[in-house]
């Protein structure tokens, strides 16, 4: 039950834009896709809806190739948004349903509750160009969702939103995956996406370099101490020590990266033979700090 | 004649508000039977058609045209029954044989005339001024019309004033020399010399007549559709919408439901111009249907379809390798080329009893044929054989075009920022 890209490979000339690059989204996850600028996410979430024509790799959905019919029941919001600017919202709306499938019907119920939902139910008989950006991008999310879609692929969907519109969306996403849908979507945004995601694919320049739970990266790799040591507010107990680096001191308070021949055991005993240790725990990386070493 | 122009006039008034009136009600007409037949294709089609009867463009634009078709076919009308009766003041007397004369000479100009009494020259002059009468002839004397006549004029009211003038001048003559007045009227208006021909009169021109303003109507039309397919997949792109659309359905869906709706609007849109029109022609005996020419009306209808059905796939490709409307100008410029040249080459051939090489290659090149195909009917230079040949050729070639187009958009129309080269499209490494 899931959506899996692999081996996708794509270059325009001498760029490669995709380099072998896999990884799955199961169904019922909000998975964060991260990477530089011109890392390649815009040309993966195309292939998924065969819009880039790929020199290797599949994708697949529930362990069968994605073609049209599967397609029709994904939710796309792609990096730039795409609404007829003459069209008013809710036929607009209801077209892109009915191009999903859905009866006349089902899709006007479905274009009512969904311009509810995201908030621009007041502007349904306006036409789009004479919405604010913010709200055509709530627009946006009501046509990808429209139609009740198995699987979301979500290119960027916070950009251009204010604080209000963020969490709304956000709530939708983490709604969606409760609901068992998968959830694709790509964000600068890294606060943002560790607070949602599940768990992360970071690429860069094309190749996966780091993926999986977001708790397993932010744990994963280096020990990672914070201690304070009573009357040493500036740490100077802490330097000198062998395998360990002193990342930051804040008003007494030590942050150490521990290299992996040195134990936390260790550090404990300096630090107790420094003085009362007032505070002494695990820290866990910022999915920042994973983004900022996997993509070196 | 008149009221039964200003009762087609009428109608069409009551026709246009109605169907505004119908279209602005909620949800006032679905066309929702083509959406479910046609699955995807179907509701794109469905969306380009209602979006298109409602947009100002194709209001405005269906309004122009219907104005020049209603110009053209009234106007000459009009213009002949001014000419074809007029009235012509007498002051003083005029005998009953210089009035005779007179009427034989409007009869034998094809004018039918009206002889009205004035109460004085001056009275006279009046009605002259204000265009009342077109002549006025003081006491089988004298004659007075408002501007002097050129030398050169050779219009039908024109020879009237020369004739009456030539006419009374030689009853007056022969009067003056003794005849009495019925011998003298018997001689100025002889009885005509009989005239045999050796061939049937001329019909061909009704058909060129009609063909003329054929061949400019599908100028306009061709042009008209090519650049609704064309901004509609302009808008597509320039707006990004279409990666929307894409992730639902394959571009040659897009593409095919595109001009199925454009040419649905397109036919109906002409449609009720040719049926405007024949019924105009009708009401107000207009010449355009007499004669060879209702063959050419349905020569021009053929065209009309095969001429879309050929250029909507040029355009749809051209559209896809604009980014901007700005750089439409620009792409539909060279499509416009062929369309001119077959336009302008083919009406100017219209009437020649021997029409050139190049019209007859050019009326079998799917790109201007239907044109020169249309102006060969109208010269009737051409048998059905060659027409339906001229007809298959065109319909092979559209689909040969329609794959090409299809092949170019699908590579074109998601690469946006620039404009797109169709080198760069065709390339292999554009696949």
Redesign the interface.
Known sequence: MSLVLDGLCRSYGEVVALDHLSFSVPAGQVVGFLGPNGAGKTTAMRAVFGLVSLDAGTVTWKAAPVGPAERRRFGYMPEERGLYPGMVVREQVEYLARLHGMTAADAGRATRMWLERVGVAERSESKVEALSLGNQQRVQLATALVHDPEFLVLDEPMSGLDPAGIDAIGAVLAEQAAAGRGVLFSSHQLDLVEHLCESVAIIDRGRLVANGRVDDLATAGSSRLVVRVAGDRDGAWARGLTGVTVSRVEAGAVRLVLDDHTSSQSVLAAAMQAGQVEQFGFERRRLSEVFREAVG | MRYAVIGVALALAVGVRLWRRRRTQPGGYRL?AI?QVGG?TG??AE?EIR?RFR?RMFKVGTGIVLLVVVAAIVIPVLRKGQHSHQQIGVVGTLPAQARATILAAGASLGIGLTLVPEASTAAAEQDLKAGRVHLVVVDGRRLIVDRAISATDTSAPTLLVRLVATQIGLQNALEAAGLPPDRAAALTHPPPLPVTSMQPARTRGTAQVTAIYGLILLYVLLTQYGTWIMMGVV??KS????????????PAQLLAGKVIGIGTVALAQASVLVALALILAKAVGSDLLHGSAPLEVMSLAVWLVLGYAFYCWVYAAGGALADRQEHLQTLAFPLQIPILFGYITSITALGSANPSTLIHVLAYLPPTAPFAMSALVADGAVTWWQFVLSAALTLVSTVLVARLAATIYRRAV?R?GARVRVRDVLSR?A?
């Open positions: 929702a959406g995807v509701l794109v969306r979006e947009s808008e597509e707006s990004r919408v279409v990666e929307v659309l894409l992730s639902t359905m394959k998601l946006t490494a696949a």
